[in-house]
């Protein structure tokens, strides 16, 4: 599992059924197996008109997604790694550039 990955996961509990997410922890903590969590950016299908908080993504074979989605940048979350069921794919360099700006600007970092 590394930066960039799409995944789908089972957060259990009240959150329903597995949800695809975007792997956001950069790749030397991914691969660390002295720690048990990622921090990701779920997916969601129900588009909304954000820009800043809401990054749209076409299905492709590339990232496995099956219809048009958004990476959900307000929500990001830290998960145990266990909850990942399966990479279904990746996104391309230019478009974590694009989604690590806007969560640059959510959470104020210059």
Request: charged content about 25%; some cysteine; hydrophobic content about 40%.
């Amino acid at each position: 599992m590394k930066r960039g990955d799409i995944v789908v996961l089972n957060l259990g509990g009240n959150v329903g059924k597995p949800r695809p997410a975007l792997i956001v922890q950069n790749d030397i903590l991914n691969q660390d197996d002295n720690l048990t969590t990622t921090i990701v950016l779920p997916i969601t299908s129900e588009l909304l008109n954000m820009k800043v908080i809401r990054y749209k993504i076409e299905p492709s074979i590339r990232n496995g997604l099956t219809c048009s989605s958004q990476i959900m940048i307000d929500k990001i979350m830290q998960i145990e790694k266990n909850k990942v069921k399966k990479i279904v794919g990746n996104i391309l360099k230019k478009q974590i550039d694009e989604i690590e700006a806007r969560l640059l600007a959510i959470l104020g970092i210059k």
